[in-house]
């Protein structure tokens, strides 16, 4: 065998050497990939069926917590005075909400939203703050009844005329979410007005 002959042998060797090592890294690449897909699969898998189980939990705590209804009104201190043309005044009084014990669910949490507003026949100046928020933790069912405590004070009122009217509007939103979920189970509003008269 020639010089060059032994050379070429060498470089179809030392080529299907290379070959075959290309061949068995990217076989072991390929089961090392197709390993790790059949695990991701096996993950996907079962984060399916967790997903679909906690699914048919849900639907069967919302068909448990229907919307229940319950009674709300507010009990003002006053609702229409007469008061000078410039004064610093107060607007009280309380929400009631009752059914509480028809809420099968517990602990609720009673959230209680106040949105205060007004209209005027004047041209004076009105200027108040009030309470927007309250909430009652109602652990156990015999609890029938809440009484919750509202308020604007300062209401400041100025520059109106005799027999100008300020005309507010109280929005009370109860509602009473089931704690451990974060779910509502009963949803009421109530609108309670105010009349200032301007004596």
């Given at each position: ?61 919302k068909e448990y917590a229907k919307l229940v209804n319950i009674t709300v009104v507010f ?81 400041t009122v100025s520059g109106f005329d005799y027999g100008d009217q300020i005309i507010w ?31």
């Amino acid at each position: 065998m020639s010089e060059e002959e032994r050379e070429q042998a060498r470089k179809r060797v030392l080529i299907t050497l290379g070959l075959i090592a290309f061949l068995a890294v990217s076989t072991g690449i390929n089961v090392y990939a197709i390993s790790r897909i059949a695990i991701l699969q096996y993950n996907l898998d079962m984060t399916y069926r967790f997903a679909q189980n906690l699914e048919k939990k849900i639907q069967t705590i919302k068909e448990y917590a229907k919307l229940v209804n319950i009674t709300v009104v507010f009990i003002p201190y006053e609702s229409a005075k007469r008061i000078p043309p410039n004064v610093v005044t107060f607007l009280s009084g309380y929400a009631v909400i009752t059914g509480l014990s028809e809420i099968p669910q517990r602990p609720i949490v009673v959230n209680v939203f106040f949105t205060l507003q007004y209209n005027t026949t004047g041209r004076g100046t009105v200027k108040f703050q009030h309470t927007p928020f309250q909430s009652v933790k109602i652990p156990v069912q015999a609890l029938d009844r809440a009484e919750v405590p509202w308020g604007a004070f300062p209401v400041t009122v100025s520059g109106f005329d005799y027999g100008d009217q300020i005309i507010w509007t109280l929005t009370v939103h109860v509602q009473c979410v089931w704690e451990p979920v974060n779910m509502v189970v009963a949803d009421q509003v109530y609108v309670q007005t105010f009349t200032f008269t301007v004596r």
